[in-house]
């Protein structure tokens, strides 16, 4: 079984940081593609940023320059630094790993159970 188990999540003025960390646990073969996304009320849910094995990243254009996604292959943890928070930034954070239990088996999407994300003054 994989157990993803979200932390970091607060209320924050604008202009602050919040660090979001997700740390996976089970039978997990190999993890490939590590990633962040969001839900904000009433909107869609979102992607955030993503991260291959080897530290390749992409980012949605809302948080580029602010957020940073980091991974430790070894701990099989993911992060998301946040600084200069906005009140638009407000959501629920779900991190999400594409992970294998097997060896040449298929990669499946495991979800984290979201932390909240509040920015306001």
């Known amino acids: 079984q994989v157990r993803l188990v979200e932390s970091g999540g607060d209320l924050v003025q604008p202009g602050g940081s919040l660090r979001l960390s997700c740390a996976a646990s089970?039978?997990?073969?190999?993890?490939?593609?590590m990633g962040w996304y969001r839900q904000a009320p009433g909107k869609q849910r979102e992607l955030v940023a993503t991260?291959?094995?080897?530290?390749?990243?992409d980012y949605a254009d809302s948080v580029k320059g602010r957020f940073t996604i980091s991974r430790d292959n070894v701990r099989k943890t993911v992060y998301l630094q946040m600084n200069s928070l906005k009140p638009e930034d407000t959501a629920v954070y779900y991190c999400?790993?594409?992970?294998?239990?097997?060896?040449?088996?298929?990669?499946?999407?495991?979800w984290g159970q979201g932390t909240q994300v509040t920015v306001s003054s």
């Open positions: 999400k790993i594409d992970a294998t239990l097997y060896s040449g088996s298929a990669y499946y999407h495991y």
């Open positions: 089970g039978s997990i073969f190999s993890i490939n593609t």
């Open positions: 991260i291959a094995p080897r530290g390749s990243t």
